[in-house]
């Protein structure tokens, strides 16, 4: 066991991760713990195990934003469930890099060198000066956009659903639409009915 360890650790040593790599394994952790967690009794709203296809389809679809389900979210997962899934949206409309980056400028780490060009690549911008602020304006842009969105959407679901379930409502799919995830929690109901 301790011969297969070294190996792994020096195969992962070897492996040159370029910005495309790392946003696909980036990519790829999060549909995995986000599978994980959606295949959680406490996800679903029967409370019952999530078969493994329905909670990987979901967690990809989420956290890649193609808006596709196949079981109707309203009805199948529970509070919790859909928390993670507009966890996963969020993350996904976001992208791996800006979260990873807004958590260490979060924590006060220094984004050094190699961090910046990863930035740069990954955001084709032309200098690697500046990608700190970069992605600043990416997350107060995104959260600016989701709150108007999320007030308008109140002015429509806090009337129809209450306070509670209509702000819910609001945020869930200001995020949702700001993503463009196409994930909604009315089903066939339109929330203009």
């Known amino acids: 066991m301790t011969n297969l360890n070294i190996n792994f650790k020096k195969m992962l040593k070897e492996t040159k991760f370029n910005a495309a790599r790392i946003i ?4 790829l952790c999060v549909i995995i713990v986000g599978t994980l967690i959606l295949m959680l009794p406490v996800s679903s709203a029967k409370g019952q195990w999530t078969d493994f296809v329905t909670a990987l389809f979901t967690a990809t679809t989420s956290t890649c934003v193609t808006g596709l389900v196949v079981v109707p979210t309203y009805a199948y997962w529970s509070l919790f469930g859909k928390v993670v899934i507009l966890i996963l949206i969020q993350l996904g409309g976001l992208g791996i890099i800006s979260i990873a980056t807004g958590v260490l400028i979060i924590i ?3 984004i050094n060198l190699k961090e910046r060009r990863l930035i740069q690549e990954t955001y084709n911008l032309d200098t690697s000066q500046g990608v ?3 992605i600043i304006r990416i997350f107060s842009g ?7 969105g999320a007030i308008l959407y109140g002015f429509r679901f806090i009337p129809k659903y209450g306070v509670a379930k209509g702000v819910w409502y609001s945020v869930f799919h200001a995020i949702s639409a700001f993503c463009n995830a196409g994930i909604d929690l009315l089903g066939d109901s339109s929330f203009m009915a």
Not at 24 to 27: D, E
Not at 142 to 148: K, L, N
């Open 108 to 110: 006060g780490k220094k």
């Open 24 to 27: 696909i394994v980036g990519f």
């Open 132 to 134: 700190v602020l970069h």
């Open 142 to 148: 995104t959260f600016a956009v989701e709150g108007i």
